[in-house]
C-alpha cells in the first residue's frame, strides 16, 4: 500500500515566523510577475517567536537561533511557505494530476528579501473514504480516513475543508516519494507524521 504523511512546520518553543502585515485583507488578489510566476503583492516579514512564562514575545531579536530561513517556515496566516528546496523536493514527484500552481512570495528581514512558495490548488479533491470516516451530527468530520484508491494518482494534496479559502490550506498530505526527498535534503522546519489511509 502506498504511503502517505501529513507536511507541517515543526513545533519549536522559540523560532522564525514571517508575518504579513495586518493591514492586508485575505484572499488578496494574485498577481501575475514578469516571469509568469503567480505572485503575492504584499511582502511577508521574518520576526522571532518565543514562548516564555510572560505569553508569546515577537521580536526581531535572532540571537541564539542556529536558522533562521527554514524550508518550511512558520507564518501568522497558517498557509505551507515552501522554500525553493521543499518545493523542489515537491515539484519533482508530481504526477500532473493535483494542478497544483506556486504563489511566490518575499519574506524580508533587515536587507534581505528570499522567495518562498505556496502551494495552490485549483479544484477540490475527492479522497476521503467516507464509510471510514467519523461525522459528528452536524455534518462536520471529526476524523478523516483517506481512500488509498483515489489518493494514489496524486503526489500532493491539500486536507479537505469547505470553511477557509479552499486552494490554499495549512494541511497538506505527501507521497512517501517526496518524504524521501526531503529527509535526503536534510531539510529545516519540516515535520512529517504517517496519515490515516484506507485500503478501499
Known amino acids: ?17 514571517a508575518f504579513l502585515s495586518d493591514d492586508v485583507t485575505m484572499p488578496c488578489k494574485i498577481i501575475h510577475d514578469s516571469d ?27 540571537s541564539g537561533l542556529k ?33 497544483l500552481q506556486w504563489i511566490r512570495c518575499h519574506v524580508v528581514y533587515n536587507h534581505e ?10 479544484e477540490q479533491f475527492d479522497i476521503l473514504d467516507e464509510s471510514k ?27 479537505p475543508n469547505m470553511d477557509n479559502w479552499w486552494e490554499i490550506l495549512p494541511t497538506l498530505f505527501v507521497s512517501d516519494d517526496i518524504r524521501k526527498n526531503i529527509k535526503k535534503a536534510n531539510l529545516t522546519g519540516v515535520a512529517l507524521e504517517s496519515a490515516p489511509i484506507s485500503k478501499i
Not at 36 to 62: A, E, K, M, N, W
Not at 70 to 88: C, I, M, R, T
Not at 113 to 122: C, D, E, G, L, Q
Request: hydrophobic share 35%.
Open 67 to 99: 536558522e533562521i530561513w527554514l524550508d518550511y517556515l512558520p507564518n501568522n496566516q497558517a498557509w505551507p511557505l515552501f522554500s525553493s528546496q521543499l518545493k523542489k523536493c515537491v515539484d519533482t514527484c508530481l504526477t500532473g494530476q493535483e494542478k
Open 36 to 62: 509568469g510566476l503567480l505572485q503575492l503583492p504584499y511582502d511577508l516579514t521574518l520576526y522571532c517567536i518565543r514562548v516564555t512564562h510572560d505569553g508569546l514575545q515577537i521580536s526581531q531579536d535572532f
Open 1 to 17: 500500500m502506498k504511503k502517505y504523511y501529513s507536511l507541517y512546520p515543526k513545533e519549536n518553543k522559540e523560532g522564525a515566523s
Open 133 to 159: 470516516c467519523i461525522f459528528a451530527g452536524n455534518g462536520r468530520i471529526i476524523k478523516r480516513v483517506y481512500s488509498q484508491s483515489k489518493i494514489q494518482k496524486y503526489s500532493i494534496f491539500p486536507i
Open 113 to 122: 528579501v528570499r522567495n518562498y512558495y505556496i502551494p495552490m490548488f485549483h
